[in-house]
């Protein structure tokens, strides 16, 4: 399957998308994904291995898959930065306009992309481990992350609002690592009832490990491709 280069000139990012033409489902949302911060010996954030993902999901969803680095990631130019992160996915989500998108995400990213909730065209939000990726700056750099020295990664400065917005919402957190730390994200959990996945492994291995992708098909096909894709906001 070929996976074309698209430039997003707004964003100043390169995507990668595949689709599956000869089996595609027709009125599927696409899939936006970012695969996040990873550890190059198991695969790592490079361009190749988004476009792998991108490929493999596009297969198995039988949809358009569009994948992405934000700026400080593989061969994406700039530095990574909590702020920049907003700004790249609505520049994004602006870009693909009127597409109706799923969006996956890995550690930051995937919260990050709760931001993308009050956009009318996201039907759907999966974060994995959506929390600041546990390294600290000098091991980012060491894997290939560019960082503004002047700032850091503060995952209270990407404002979350999700009252009154109909987004489903799936959650894969890893089971050996204390959410405690957290209160902003488990306050969420509870208040808005996401469907909940826990899988024993590390953080930075989970964007290597089959059984996140198995869970996320499982949710696609159950909650957006067989049925509406809004769910009601909870009642105050």
């Not at 190749?48 to 992405?68: A, H, M, N, P």
């Not at 039907?123 to 980012?140: S, Y």
């Amino acid at each position: 399957m070929p996976v074309d280069r698209v430039w997003c000139e707004s964003a100043d990012l390169c995507l990668y998308i595949a689709n599956v033409k000869e089996s595609a489902t027709l009125d599927r949302p696409s899939i936006l994904v970012s695969p996040g911060i990873t550890e190059t010996d198991i695969g790592g954030s490079t361009d190749r291995v988004l476009q792998e993902v991108v490929e493999r999901l596009s297969f198995f969803c039988r949809t358009e898959v569009i994948g992405f680095n934000p700026h400080g990631i593989g061969e994406s130019s700039g530095t990574l930065s909590t702020e920049g992160l907003g700004n790249d996915l609505f520049a994004i989500a602006e870009f693909l306009k009127p597409r109706s998108l799923v969006m996956i995400g890995f550690g930051l990213i995937g919260y990050a992309m709760l931001t993308c909730a009050p956009l009318p065209l996201i039907a759907g939000i999966v974060t994995v481990d959506p929390l600041v990726d546990p390294h600290d700056r000098d091991e980012l750099t060491s894997m290939g992350v560019r960082l503004d020295p002047d700032r850091t990664l503060v995952v209270t400065d990407i404002p979350i609002d999700l009252d009154g917005h109909r987004t489903r919402w799936l959650v894969i957190v890893p089971g050996d690592q204390r959410r405690s730390d957290d209160v902003g994200l488990v306050q969420r959990i509870e208040r808005y009832r996401p469907e909940v996945h826990r899988i024993f492994a590390t953080p930075s291995r989970l964007g290597s490990d089959p059984r996140p992708y198995a869970l996320i098909l499982g949710w696609l096909e159950r909650e957006l491709w067989t049925n509406a894709a809004t769910i009601e906001a909870p009642r105050k």
